[in-house]
């Protein structure tokens, strides 16, 4: 039998629900690995980062927080917010530092109907939905760029600046990136999403990048769409879309919009990639800390626990990835639903049921 592979994975649980669903996320990692033979096994180390840490030390994280994150092979994230602090705050003090700290530039996030899921997009032509989005995830909108107080704060006539950057650098390598991954996927095909009729900077270099780097695929088809005709067509025409790019704003309203029109925000899974791999890369849902149902025991895990089928594929347990998915689908399929997709099991029970169909699906 080979040496047992050890993954170090950073568990950061952070606030709300995110508690709640990494913890499950954690127990069908252990099952994994007890279930491996000795083939690999995970050492988790917890952050207590998030809101909590705040309030009682005025920081999201420690100072050299992305510095003790360079250690681990991965990193497992619940999620940030907490009434009461600014979100923000919340969200460039941890989630985002990260992201930038550990250059993970591109944001995956798989959008996918699951059998015995109510979905809420009824479109005839389309059974099966099986996008990604391919989220810029390093500049853009989230560059930080801008400022406030030109003009004097208080008096009325404030002024705020925020500015997006784009750099042909930062374009072209995620557009390659959702190009590569085109060529293998059924369909290839990429649709890149601006609003270069109005942003005309930086997303008309987004579409000069694009334009250019489709010719090195002439085996991938392409559509270019502004983003409010996107919105539209997410709804209209889903069967025209399979990897879908867009900048950093852009792809995380419409992933919202995808997970919805999937059944809930609740299911989906997401990836922040240093394709590289010169840093770690996190794993995460797409929801928020969901304040309004946090601590209740019901929240969906599904996109927590499909996030770390991602992180298992990225570690290059590829088996164990489809052995998860597998048996996520199976657990919809038999009807194990929490409220927000219609069902009353509680957060533990899907789990549950997740952990006993990984033997079934094998
Ligand atoms: P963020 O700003 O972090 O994106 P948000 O304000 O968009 O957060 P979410 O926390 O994502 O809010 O929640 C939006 C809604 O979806 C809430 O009503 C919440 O209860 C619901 N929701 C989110 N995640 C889940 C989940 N895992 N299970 C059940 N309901 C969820
Ligand atoms: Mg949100």
Known sequence: MSAEKKFRIAVIPGDGI???VVREGLRVLDHLANESNGQFSFESDFFPWGCEYYLENGKMM?????????????IYFGAVGFPGVPDHVSLWGLRLAICQGLD???????VEFLPGVPRRLNHPDVETLNWILVRENSEGEYSGVGGRNFSGRGNGNEVAVQSALFTEQGCERIIRYAFDLARTRKRKKVTSVTKSNAQQYG?????EVFARVSKEYPDVETDQQL???MAA???????????????????????????????????????????EGCTPSMFESVHGSAPDIAGEGI???????????LMLDHLGLKEEAKLLNKAIEETTRKGFLTRDIGGTHNTVEITDAIIENLSMVK
């Open 62 to 74: 420690d100072e050299d927080g992305v510095e003790k994150l360079k250690d681990y092979d991965a």
């Open 18 to 20: 995110g508690k709640e």
């Open 227 to 229: 983003v409010d005709a």
């Open 299 to 309: 929240a969906n895990p599904i996109g927590t626990i499909g996030s770390a089928a």
């Open 104 to 110: 993970q530039w591109a944001n995956i996030r798989p």
């Open 203 to 207: 997303m008309v270099l987004w579409d």
């Open 233 to 275: 067509q997410f709804v209209l025409h889903p069967e025209e879309l399979e990897v879908v790019v867009a900048s950093n704003l852009f792809a995380d309203i419409l992933s919202d919009l995808g997970s919805a029109l999937a059944g809930s925000l609740g299911i989906a899974a997401s990836a922040n990639l240093n394709p």
